[in-house]
């Protein structure tokens, strides 16, 4: 399966909470991952990164799609 999306993370089914319109799903990240971002270059100064700093990942996105093949 092809798609545009970069972040593409490898998980197992933990559990599943269905009402009668919605169901939570919950996921357990399953093999390490490489993520990227694109940010400012003030960002990255003012955060003062630099390779091999450890970080947290805030992911800010309205969407976890999961795809089963």
């Known amino acids: 399966m ?3 999306a970069q972040n593409n993370i490898v998980a197992k089914v933990k559990s ?3 009402g009668d ?3 939570q799903v919950k996921f357990e990240v399953t093999t390490p ?3 990227s971002s694109v ?3 003030d960002s990255v100064r003012s955060l003062d990164l630099k390779e091999g700093d450890t970080v ?3 992911i800010k996105a309205i969407h976890v799609l999961p795809v089963k093949e």
């Open 56 to 58: 947290h990942l805030i």
């Open 2 to 4: 092809r798609y545009g």
């Open 16 to 18: 599943i909470k269905s």
């Open 33 to 35: 991952h490489e993520m």
């Open 39 to 41: 940010l400012t270059t």
């Open 21 to 23: 319109i919605m169901s």
